[in-house]
């Protein structure tokens, strides 16, 4: 704990202090809140993304499978040519958005191509979508968790540090302004008496030089 002074001025500093705290406690303990809860819906999110991409796979795979026996899918059909992203904000912290993905298909005879192929093209095409936006819903979690652990440090230092840290200055401060002013009561008094006694004495010697 940092020295401090034992002053009226230094009382009030504290006093502002531990009013600050105390105002801005409840607003973080909130946002710790939310940003809990918005984490939690986020990862249940991404996890029913991936269950859905699964789902997609499982029920194709039988399908598909069937005619690659015959023919090899032809590699460098489906390329990711951008993904579409936008900008949110959760508790003040910017996140990226899932906004869409375009995709490029290569060259291949539309013709001679089996039909499947066009349809396995569009299966893989939705596939690596959701793939994209479980990925950038889990750059959301991070960034929210890092938030997080930086809210939580500030709730934990007011809760356990600033404010009773600045308790403590205060009663400290107050305990020995009263002492002081007790001290001067005592100092008063006693000077007082000593005014008196000199007084009393002083005219004890003038009725006696009479």
């Not at 200055?169 to 100092?187: C, H, L, T």
Request: proline share 2%.
């Amino acid at each position: 704990m940092a020295k401090i002074k034992l002053t009226k001025n230094e009382l009030k500093v504290q006093k502002d202090a531990l009013k600050m705290y105390r105002r801005y406690l409840p607003t973080l303990t909130l946002k710790k809140q939310q940003l809990q809860a918005e984490i939690r819906t986020i990862e249940a999110k991404a996890k029913a993304v991936r269950a859905e991409k699964e789902a997609l796979e499982k029920g194709f795979h039988s399908w598909i499978a069937v005619f690659c026996e015959k023919e090899a899918f032809p590699e460098g059909v489906i390329t990711v040519s951008n993904i579409r992203k936008g900008m949110g904000n959760i508790a003040g912290v910017a996140i990226p958005t899932f906004d869409g993905a375009d995709f490029s298909r290569g060259d291949y005879d539309l013709y001679e191509t089996p039909l499947w192929v066009d349809i396995a093209a569009n299966h893989m095409e939705k596939a690596m979508s959701l793939d994209l936006e479980a990925e950038v819903l889990d750059e959301q979690v991070r960034l929210l968790e890092a938030e997080l652990r930086s809210t939580s440090q500030r709730v934990n230092l007011f809760e356990k540090v600033k404010i009773p840290e600045t308790e403590e200055n205060i009663k400290k401060i107050s305990i020995y302004m009263a002492d002081q002013q007790v001290n001067a009561v005592v100092r008063s008094k006693i000077s007082k008496r000593k005014v008196a006694i000199r007084n009393a004495a002083a005219s004890e010697s003038e009725v006696y030089s009479l």
